[in-house]
């Protein structure tokens, strides 16, 4: 015997009714194009990154490079025994040439926190590359000024330096380093002005004023 198809009640047609008429008013109302803008989003965000990965732009190279050859130059430290970071030796470098320089300054200059260059000078002044003396107006200032070690320390690792960039700049004619370097130097320019560095600031990444 046939079963009898069950028949919906005016109630539940009347219920479903309303659904179907207010999803047609949604597409039409365009209700549904967040959505659809959403997935264009993505996918023109995905263009742009498969482009710059594919032609390495400027600033990912840049970015590479940098931590590249700090990690060559730590390493090659290393293996002549000297145990010095990048900052470590950026650090020595500025007291070298100007010595007495305060943890603020050196903070700017080397473009780390005050937290880490406070850290940094505690580990060169307990391995006794520099000493650290209050300024004689400002007592809650200290000065910091490279020992004989300090500098022994500083030549050796200069000369691990300069090989490695002889190294990174080979195949590269004189003519060819030195448009580089012009480059380079015109790009970092536009960054400056666009951060309101001024010349003496990038120069000296510090102030007279302030020792």
């Known amino acids: ?48 990154a498969a482009q710059s990965l594919a032609e390495q732009d400027l600033g990912m190279m840049v970015k590479q490079m940098n931590h590249l050859m700090r990690v060559t130059m730590e390493n090659r430290l290393k293996a002549e025994g000297i145990a010095m970071s990048f900052p470590h030796g950026a650090t020595l470098c500025l007291l070298l040439s100007f010595p007495g320089l305060s943890g603020a300054d050196l903070a700017r200059a080397t473009m780390v926190t005050p937290q880490t260059i406070n850290q940094i000078l505690a580990s060169l002044e307990r391995d006794g590359m520099i000493e650290r ?8 200032i200290l000065r910091s000024y490279l020992t004989p070690l ?11 330096a300069d090989q490695v960039l002889a ?7 004189e003519r060819e380093l030195a448009q580089l370097q012009n480059l380079l130097g015109r790009c970092l320019g536009n960054l400056q002005r666009m951060n309101g560095v001024t010349d003496d600031d990038a120069k000296w990444a510090y102030s007279a004023d302030d020792r």
């Open 1 to 48: 015997m046939k079963k009898p198809t069950p028949r919906l009640s005016n109630t539940a047609t009347k219920d479903r009714a309303p659904a179907r008429k207010s999803a047609t008013v949604a597409s039409r109302n365009g209700k549904g194009a967040p959505a659809r803008e959403s997935e264009k989003e993505l996918a023109r965000a995905r263009a742009i």
């Open 150 to 160: 300090g500098v022994s320390q500083f030549v050796r690792a200069s000369e691990v």
């Open 167 to 173: 190294e990174i700049q080979d195949g590269l004619s």
């Open 133 to 140: 003396h209050k300024d004689a107006v400002h007592g809650r």
